[in-house]
């Protein structure tokens, strides 16, 4: 079954200084990956896609993935945490045609201390 | 141009009682999808849908659980006699396509049952 792993429950780093959220998923012959971002008691807001394009893929507030098929990996990332990063981050994974039967990962609270 | 608009926000019902959670999609959107968020968790497919049609609802218990999205008005996902189990935050999101475009989250009905 396909299943992807956000490795970290919760990543905690002081403003200024870089983040990495990790996920890593379950092989198949063409995922489509997403990052999603959860304040609290709102909806999800999309960070970024990949769907087989480039590996780097930039997103939305400074961040950015990249997709190592090699270690099946889509971890996030940013140079600098500011204190409105602070959310839930839900990598997300999909194969095949329908994005609408996606497969969340557990989540990863991103604590962000001044 | 409004987002994908969920009502009501918070719900309370007693167990035995029926919730009946609102979805309506992005203007230009037929494609509804809803997903259950318990604590602690990320979030779960449960049901795929186009107007008046159930295209997936792999992800629905087999019982209580109902969603329709009619020609006309909102997507409904109605659960009848409710049990504490049940007590989560309900998301529902939408996209223009079934396929390739990313969906767009509605803020969540949380549902608490007593």
């Known amino acids: 079954a396909q299943s992807v792993t956000q490795l970290d429950s919760h990543v905690s780093v002081s403003e200024g200084t870089p983040v990495l959220l990790r996920c890593n998923y379950s092989s198949s012959y063409s995922p489509s990956l997403f990052w999603y971002v959860q304040h609290p008691n709102k909806g999800l807001q999309l960070l970024l896609k990949?769907?087989?394009?480039?590996?780097l893929v930039k997103g939305i507030n400074g961040f950015e993935a990249e997709f190592k098929k090699s270690e099946t990996s889509f971890h996030l990332t940013k140079p600098s945490a500011h204190m409105s990063d602070a959310a839930e981050y839900f990598c997300?994974?999909?194969?095949?045609?329908?994005?609408?039967?996606?497969?969340f990962g557990k989540g990863t609270k991103l604590s962000v201390k001044p | 141009n409004a987002g994908v608009m969920q009502n009501p926000r918070h719900l309370v019902r007693r167990r035995g009682q029926e919730a009946r959670l609102r979805c309506s999609p992005m203007k230009g959107h037929s494609h509804v999808y809803w997903y259950r968020q318990l604590p602690e968790e990320g979030l779960k497919f449960m049901v795929y849908l186009q107007k008046e049609n159930i295209i997936d609802e792999s992800g629905m218990p087999k019982e209580r659980f109902s969603a329709e999205f009619p020609k006309e008005g909102p997507s409904i996902l109605r659960i009848q006699q409710v049990v504490r189990g049940d007590s989560a935050a309900y998301f529902c999101?939408?996209?223009?396509?079934?396929?390739?475009?990313?969906?767009?989250f509605g803020n969540g009905t949380r549902l608490t049952v007593t």
């Open positions: 997300v994974v999909t194969y095949g045609g329908s994005q609408g039967n996606l497969i």
């Open positions: 990949y769907t087989s394009a480039a590996t």
């Open positions: 999101a939408s996209s223009p396509t079934g396929t390739d475009s990313p969906l767009h």
